[in-house]
Each structure stands twice: as structure tokens, then as C-alpha cells.
């Protein structure tokens, strides 16, 4: 029996989740995966800041905010023939998804036709596009749509009730906002948050009890540990229990049952059987590639070696793309660096 996408989540039903005996949460969670995905693929998306540092906003948890002395310096928005050459290398490595990143409160109207130049070049070379761009009016999601964006990434980041203690220079409400401009210009939503802040059980309970009950679940959901970076108000709190994280991990995946959980920042600082665990509790995406934004993930000899280790494959990507001259699966192959198709597509990647 097929399980039944819900939107009308209670946060006791969250609770009751949380409050499992792991074992029995971990079965949960495989079993509802395994109705909706093979629990051996996991999607791989590559990050870039192409345009870092000096952002104007106050989120505690981040290098890249202006007003906290992290050691980040302030770049311009980098060139577009940078960025695609950054695109090239994550596909020759292996990764069917590319993400853009850009420290800013909102995209200026200016800034659009840059962005959606590297949207549209990126694309050509047949990978998925996402970009992170921070507030988006329904113009400048439409541009970007029709520069060819398939994904748009937006956090809630944590639970409404303990948002006031994390950022002060823009309200959930702006946050739903920019979900719904990207929703209607018809991207593809990646939505999550960030565990690790200081916050309680409940409140992880409400980051994801906000995300199932939106109008329809992100596509993917990046779940974060805190990276915690010297100078950020975070910086020194207390280490979330790494069976707590698995636990989250977990309870998206059943609330969420057909949406991509992507086990996102944090990576670099957990052990390989932390991983597998992750990947037990449902989680089906992670970001491939020395460096998220700013911080570090762990090298790609890692993954390759740890994706061999679990029997683990790269998830095929269903290319609609110019790049490639027919649609179809594409195989992304991290251990196979410079055959990312696989040859499945009968081209040369
Ligand atoms: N400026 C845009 C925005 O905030 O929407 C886009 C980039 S922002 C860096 C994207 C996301 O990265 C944040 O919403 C947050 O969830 C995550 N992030 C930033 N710093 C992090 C950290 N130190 N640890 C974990 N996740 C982090
Ligand atoms: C997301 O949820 N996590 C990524 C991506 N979306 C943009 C960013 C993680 C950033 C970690 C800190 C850094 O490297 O600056
Ligand atoms: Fe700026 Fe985004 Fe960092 Fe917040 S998370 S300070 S909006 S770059």
C-alpha cells in the first residue's frame, strides 16, 4: 500500500515520530523510502558561491553575513564563463545537479540577466540547475524559469516559533512568500533547514511540521548540521546528538515520503557510519564536492570510496536538457570521473 502524501500534519503525530525507539523509527522511515525510491540511488547535486560574502541580513548561523567577523571577504558576482567552467568539472565528477549560491538579501532586477545567463549555460551542458539567490518577487522567478531553472533553493531554516532566535532582518512570512513565487512560476522547490542551533526537539518537530503542511512538499529537502564558523553568534553551540540528526533525517523522509531528503551541510565533520545511517533513515541526496558556500564537505575520494563501500550508485537523472539530443536516464558516475553519462546517452560527457 502506496503511502499518502498528507499536508495536514499535527505536531504531536511529529512528536510521536521523534519519540520512537530508534530502532523502530529507522524501519519506518526505510520502509516508506522504499515504497517510493530504490534505497541504493542517491542524487548528487554540486554546490558554487558565485557571489559570496558581504551579505546585508543578521541569520546567526552564517559566515557570510556581513556583520560578523568570520574572515569571509566580500566577492562580486563572478563571471559567467567562471561558473561554467566550475559546472564542466562538477559534471565530469560526477554530479547530475548544479546549484548556485549568492549572498544576498534579494537579487537586484539588474542582477537577474547575469544570473540567468550562467542558469542558461549551465544547462546547455545537460546538468540539472538550482540556484539560492535569497528573496524572490514572481518576476524574477519567472526570469529565471525561463532562462531554464528547473529548482529553486529556499529555507525556512527552523521551526516559526524559534525563527526570532536565529534572524531578525526578515520575517517567515517573506519566506512563504518566496516559496509561493516559486511554486506558481512553476520551479521546482528545494526547502529546508538547519539543525544544530541550539534548538529543542519540538523545535526540529515544527521545522518539518512547516515543510510537509506547505501546498505541496519541496521537491528536495536539505537538511543541515550547523557548520559552526568562528565570529557567527552560533559559534559554541552545544553539539547536537548525532542520532537526534539521524532521527530528523528520519521523520522528513516519512512525512515527506516522495521528496528527495538531501543530507546536506555537515557532512565533512560526521563519520562514515553516520552517513549510513542517514542513508538507512531515508536520506537520498548530499552535496558532492570539496566545499559547500564557504565551508568545507568532505573530498570527492571520500564519497567515491564511501558510495563503493555501501553499494551505493549516483541517481540517474531524467534529461530534458540541451546537451543531449534525446531525453532520457542519464547515470551520473562519481567513482567514473569524465564518464558522467555513463555512455548511456551515447555521447561523450
Ligand atoms: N542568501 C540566500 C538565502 O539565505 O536564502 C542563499 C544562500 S544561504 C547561504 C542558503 C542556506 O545555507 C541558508 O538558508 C542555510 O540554511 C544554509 N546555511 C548557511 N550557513 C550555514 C551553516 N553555517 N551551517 C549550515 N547551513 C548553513
Ligand atoms: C542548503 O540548504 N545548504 C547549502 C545550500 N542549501 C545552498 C548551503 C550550506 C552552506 C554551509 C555554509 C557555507 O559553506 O557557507
Ligand atoms: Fe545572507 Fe543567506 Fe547568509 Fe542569511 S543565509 S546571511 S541571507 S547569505
Redesign the pocket.
Known amino acids: 500500500m502506496s503511502t499518502a502524501l498528507r499536508h495536514d500534519w499535527q505536531p504531536q503525530e511529529l512528536l510521536q515520530l521523534f519519540d520512537l525507539p530508534f530502532p523502530e523509527l529507522l524501519f519506518r522511515a526505510a520502509a516508506v523510502h522504499r515504497e517510493h525510491f530504490d534505497p541504493a540511488q542517491v542524487q548528487v547535486s554540486t554546490l558554487l558561491s558565485v557571489k559570496t560574502g558581504g551579505?546585508p541580513?543578521d541569520?546567526a548561523y552564517?559566515p557570510?553575513?556581513q556583520r560578523y567577523d568570520t574572515g569571509v571577504t566580500a566577492q562580486k558576482l563572478m563571471a559567467t564563463e567562471e561558473v561554467v567552467a566550475r559546472a564542466r568539472q562538477a559534471k565530469a565528477a560526477g554530479a547530475s545537479r548544479f546549484c548556485m549560491g549568492a549572498?544576498w538579501?534579494s537579487p537586484k532586477d539588474r542582477d537577474i540577466p547575469k544570473v540567468a545567463a550562467m542558469i542558461r549555460e549551465v544547462k546547455a551542458l545537460g546538468l540539472e540547475t538550482c540556484a539560492t539567490l535569497?528573496m524572490l518577487d514572481r518576476p524574477q522567478a519567472d526570469a529565471l524559469r525561463a532562462a531554464g531553472l528547473d529548482y529553486y533553493n529556499h529555507n525556512l531554516d527552523t521551526a516559526p516559533d524559534y525563527y526570532d532566535s536565529i534572524i531578525h532582518t526578515r520575517q517567515y512570512q517573506d519566506r512563504l512568500d518566496t516559496l509561493e513565487h516559486v511554486r506558481d512560476a512553476g520551479l521546482k522547490t528545494c526547502c529546508g533547514g538547519i539543525v544544530g542551533m541550539g534548538e529543542t526537539r519540538a523545535h526540529r518537530a515544527g521545522l518539518l511540521l512547516a515543510l510537509a503542511n506547505l501546498p505541496s512538499h519541496p521537491d528536495s529537502v536539505p537538511i543541515n548540521r550547523l557548520v559552526q564558523v568562528a565570529g557567527t553568534p552560533l559559534h559554541g553551540s552545544a553539539e547536537l546528538d548525532p542520532f537526534e540528526f539521524v532521527r530528523m533525517i528520519a521523520v522528513a523522509r516519512i512525512v515527506m515520503p516522495r521528496s528527495m531528503v538531501r543530507l546536506s551541510a555537515g557532512r565533512e565533520a560526521m563519520s562514515d557510519e553516520l552517513q549510513a545511517l542517514c542513508f538507512l533513515a531515508g536520506a537520498n541526496s548530499i552535496f558532492y564536492g570539496e566545499k559547500l558556500l564557504t565551508t568545507g564537505n568532505p573530498d570527492t575520494a571520500r564519497d567515491q570510496a564511501l558510495f563503493e563501500r555501501l553499494g551505493l550508485q549516483p541517481m540517474p537523472l531524467q534529461v530534458d536538457a540541451p546537451g543531449h539530443d534525446h531525453p532520457g536516464t542519464v547515470h551520473a558516475d562519481i567513482t567514473a570521473p569524465s564518464a558522467s553519462c555513463g555512455g548511456r546517452c551515447g555521447q561523450a560527457a
Do not use: Y
Request: proline share 0%; hydrophobic share 20%; net charge neutral.
Open positions: 551579505c541580513e541569520c552564517c557570510q553575513a549572498a538579501r535569497g
